[in-house]
């Protein structure tokens, strides 16, 4: 583990978040496998709910016939419910259920079932495990969480955005410059007759989930603690410093 004071924190947060990524984007293919072939049929359910908890009553919604653009007849594809199998698949199909909306069209199929998740979710996990992999490797603790985001990208290519004052800008506009192509993607196939492929879908999702890995660590390794709370001690990118106000908050 790096003891530096401002590595030591980052260190340990980006292997955290890499390796629980890492768990559950291996898990999206190693559970399909661990059931016999066609135990998952074709899926259409829908983000943030339980759909597939269980054949009739609550959580069952997936398993009746809809029509529209969310659900289809589950009853002509063949029902299913994440409780009647492994306990190991059971727990990466619910959490499929739960956080995806679990398309059959817009999902791999591996062993003759359907993967738990969608393939920008699968790309969002891939990008979560990256991101977790750089922030352990390169981010720093740097007091703010806009500082310890900036920290991935070096000393040298940041000495003329804060030479300039515009490190908050910087790390506003790689938010959006990677959230642009999941957003662009996902909301001309909503607004449009356009329909995405499963590859774009999971290129699109790497680079919204290493951002997000990236911000996610930032925001719990950002701890004034770690510089006994002296803000001045923060070494930023060209000599910059920390001015100490007299209310004892940091700019």
């Not at 063949?78 to 739960?98: C, E, Q, R």
């Not at 059959?104 to 996990?125: H, K, L, T």
């Not at 996610?216 to 100490?244: C, I, K, N, T, Y």
């Amino acid at each position: 583990m790096d003891s530096e004071p401002d590595r030591w924190r980052a260190a340990k947060v980006g292997t955290w978040v890499m390796s629980i990524s890492l768990f559950f984007l291996i898990s999206f293919f190693l559970s399909p496998m661990t059931l016999e072939e066609g135990s998952v049929p074709r899926l259409s359910g829908r983000a943030n709910v339980f759909d597939y908890y269980q054949y009739e009553g609550w959580g069952s919604w997936g398993n009746g016939n809809h029509s529209g653009d969310v659900g289809h007849d589950q009853p002509s594809e063949g029902l299913f419910s994440w409780t009647d199998i492994n306990f190991y698949a059971a727990f990466i199909y619910g959490f499929g259920d739960l956080n995806c909306h679990q398309k059959y069209e817009r999902s791999w199929v591996i062993n003759g079932n359907q993967m738990p998740m969608c393939a920008r979710d699968v790309g969002i996990f891939l990008g979560l495990a990256i991101g977790g992999w750089i922030f352990s490797r390169y981010g720093k603790n740097r007091w703010t969480v806009t500082d310890s985001f900036l920290s991935v990208f070096g000393d040298s290519r940041l000495h003329s955005v804060y030479a300039s004052g515009y490190r908050k800008r910087a790390a506003w506009g790689i938010g959006l410059l990677a959230m642009a192509p999941i957003g662009i993607d996902g909301f001309t196939q909503m607004l449009t007759e356009y329909e995405s492929t499963n590859p774009v879908r999971l290129v699109t999702g790497l680079f919204f989930g290493v951002m997000l890995a990236v911000l996610l660590s930032a925001m719990l390794s950002a701890r004034p603690s770690d510089h006994q709370g002296r803000p001045e001690l923060v070494s930023l990118p060209a000599g910059a410093r920390f001015a100490r106000t007299p209310d004892n908050e940091s700019e």
